[in-house]
Nanobody, 124 residues
Framework: VQLVESGGGLVQAGGSLRLSCSHSRFTSDDYSIGWFRQGPGKEREGVSCFSSRDGSTFYGDSVKDRFTISYDYSKNTAYLYMNSLKPEDTAVYYC??????????????????RGKGTLVTVSS
């Protein structure tokens, strides 16, 4: 499975950005897709995940209520809408995916497929 990311860039604190991640076809209709991020000097952090099984969405605690994940089945594309961005959101964001549901414990960085990553920089 190939993942192609777009979006990201530089934004001021309080601003918004949208990330997109398009994927090639899975061998099953049961798959999950999402993002994790890694900021400078920080550990990897699960950001959000979408499960095609039932449309469930999951968010990391630090982004809950600010970020929204959505999925367009007709385009095989996931979107991450990031609002009220903070300097601490600065990171490389990686799109990830795998068959079946979203990993427990927000361990999205362990998912089987990964995009190249896109940099999001939030200035104060």
């Amino acid at each position: 499975v190939q993942l192609v990311e777009s979006g990201g860039g530089l934004v001021q604190a309080g601003g918004s950005l949208r990330l997109s991640c398009s994927h090639s076809r899975f061998t099953s209709d049961d798959y999950s897709i999402g993002w994790f991020r890694q900021g400078p000097g920080k550990e990897r952090e699960g950001v959000s995940c979408f499960s095609s099984r039932d449309g469930s969405t999951f968010y990391g605690d630090s982004v809950k209520d600010r970020f929204t994940i959505s999925y367009d089945y007709s385009k095989n594309t996931a979107y991450l809408y990031m609002n009220s961005l903070k300097p601490e959101d600065t990171a490389v964001y990686y799109c990830v995916a795998e068959l079946y549901g979203c990993p427990e414990g927000r361990r999205y960085y362990d998912m089987d497929y990964r995009g190249k990553g896109t940099l999001v920089t939030v200035s104060s």
